[in-house]
């Protein structure tokens, strides 16, 4: 695909796929499916609409089954214990297991 750009947009363009340290090429792929993309959106909710998730939210809620925080703790003392993955920084992983404890 040919494509005509003016000369200053070409160098921007340029500039910000040197920057990325990806080709030109790639740079536009990705700047192109960033403009088109839903994922990339951001829409605004009216307040109608939250209602309306809140309420369908609340009846999904109501069909689970319900449990006593006794039964829960059961569960989740029968899990099987975990060791934290190899690259986690330590210092994070000591933060959680206090937060965890705390709770």
């Known amino acids: 695909m040919t494509l005509r750009l003016p ?3 070409h ?3 340029e500039t910000r796929a040197n920057d990325e340290g990806i080709s030109l090429n790639q740079y536009v792929v990705y700047a192109l499916t960033k403009q088109v993309t839903p ?25 689970l089954p319900q449990g006593d ?3 829960i703790e059961q569960i ?10 190899a690259d986690l920084d330590p210092k994070a992983v000591a933060v959680l297991y ?6």
């Open 76 to 85: 989740l003392q029968s899990r099987p214990a975990t060791e934290p993955e």
């Open 69 to 71: 925080a006794t039964h």
């Open 7 to 9: 000369e200053s947009l």
């Open 39 to 63: 994922a990339y959106l951001v829409e605004p909710v009216t307040h109608a609409q939250l209602l309306k998730d809140k309420a369908e939210f609340q009846s999904l809620l109501s069909k």
């Open 11 to 13: 160098k921007i363009l």
């Open 98 to 103: 206090k937060k965890m404890r705390k709770s």
